[in-house]
Each structure stands twice: as structure tokens, then as C-alpha cells.
């Protein structure tokens, strides 16, 4: 399904963390979840570089482990996502979750957020935890939510 879109991709390392991902790698997860065409620029920053960005743009003193800022009305659909390579080490595991497979799930979470999904409210939540886990599975992962008190 997602072959028929296309993807532009950069992918930004700001951050000396270990065992990080490779481009090809948050190519396919992205790529995974394309519903559309979409050109994203994706950073993987320290805890610092989050904290900044969380505090600019939500006003929290804290980094969070994924931001995604979609520009509206653009066609293919663009926008910028920062991953806080930290906080997604730190919540793999305390949530006994493999690495590489939460940054699967963020990446594609990411991706769905870019492309108009949403978690406000319920129902929008159980659709897009619904897509992502669909996907996941495909590319062989666990379902992310599988236990995890929400």
C-alpha cells in the first residue's frame, strides 16, 4: 500500500547516544506508514535539545520522547519530528520494550501525526493505536501497547 507514495527523508543525528538507528532503518518505519506523499525532517536529539524544544513548544520542563511539527496545508505533506534519544533509551527500558522496536513506534507515530491522526480524545486514540500496532506487527514487532496501563 505505502509503495505508491512517495517519501523524502533527512535524518539529523544531534545526539552522541549508543545504539541509535540507522537512516535506513527510520526510512523504513516512515516509509511504513505513508498514507500519503510526505517530505520529513527527522532529528535525533540529547535531552538538552528536547528540553528546549518542549519548553518553546509546550510550555513543559521536560523532554518528551517524540514532538512532531506538521505544517498544514502543504501537498505532499511536510513537517519536522524530534526524537529524544534519552527519554526513548530510558522508556524501552523501564518498559522492558527492545530498543529498536520503540523507536519503530515512535517514528511511526510520528508519521501518522503528520498525516492527520490524533490522540485528543478516545476515539481518535484507539485509531491510531490501532494503525500503529497494525503496522508494527507487519514490519514483525510486538504490539507497543500490549500491557501498558494507558
Known amino acids: 500500500m505505502s509503495a505508491a507514495y512517495k517519501l523524502s527523508l533527512s535524518v539529523q543525528y544531534a545526539t552522541n547516544a549508543e545504539r541509535l538507528p540507522t537512516r535506513s532503518q527510520f526510512r523504513r518505519w516512515v516509509r511504513a506508514a505513508l498514507q500519503r506523499d ?67 513506534h515512535l517514528a511511526i507515530h510520528a508519521a501518522l501525526h503528520l498525516q492527520g491522526y490524533d490522540h485528543e480524545n478516545e476515539a481518535d486514540a484507539v485509531a491510531m493505536e490501532t494503525r500503529e500496532t497494525a503496522i508494527l506487527l507487519k514490519l514483525g514487532y510486538a504490539d507497543p501497547y500490549q500491557g501498558v496501563a494507558s
Not at 534519552?86 to 527492545?98: C, D, I, L, M, S
Open 38 to 104: 510526505m517530505q520529513v525532517a527527522l532529528r535525533i536529539v540529547d535531552e538538552a535539545e528536547g528540553c528546549e524544544l518542549d519548553k518553546s513548544y509546550r510550555g513543559k520542563d521536560y523532554a518528551t520522547n517524540v514532538l512532531t511539527f506538521a505544517y498544514d496545508d502543504t501537498d505532499p505533506v511536510s513537517g519536522d519530528v524530534a526524537i529524544c534519544a534519552p527519554v526513548v533509551e530510558r522508556e524501552a527500558h523501564e518498559q522492558h520494550k527492545n530498543l529498536h522496536a520503540h523507536y519503530a
